[in-house]
């Protein structure tokens, strides 16, 4: 969302993981996550970011992936 040289950060990272061939990509989004250009990755969205604010983020990936954080 915070825009450089005219496209979101995370479109830069996105585009630079897609040209290194990483194209598996989940984004956990919390505060304004229907703001997010989901092109080309998985969104999950944190219900409980009001209560638990973005260290909630990482148990919402691992639950997500079946992998540890």
Known sequence: MLPIAGRPLLRW???SFKKENIH????????????ID??????????????????????VRSMRSNRKP
């Open 13 to 15: 990272l996105v585009d």
């Open 38 to 59: 989901t092109t080309g990755i998985r969104l999950v969205v944190n219900e409980r970011y009001a209560r638990t604010g973005n260290s909630h983020h990482w148990r």
């Open 24 to 35: 598996d990509i989940t984004v956990v989004g919390g505060y304004c996550a229907g703001a």
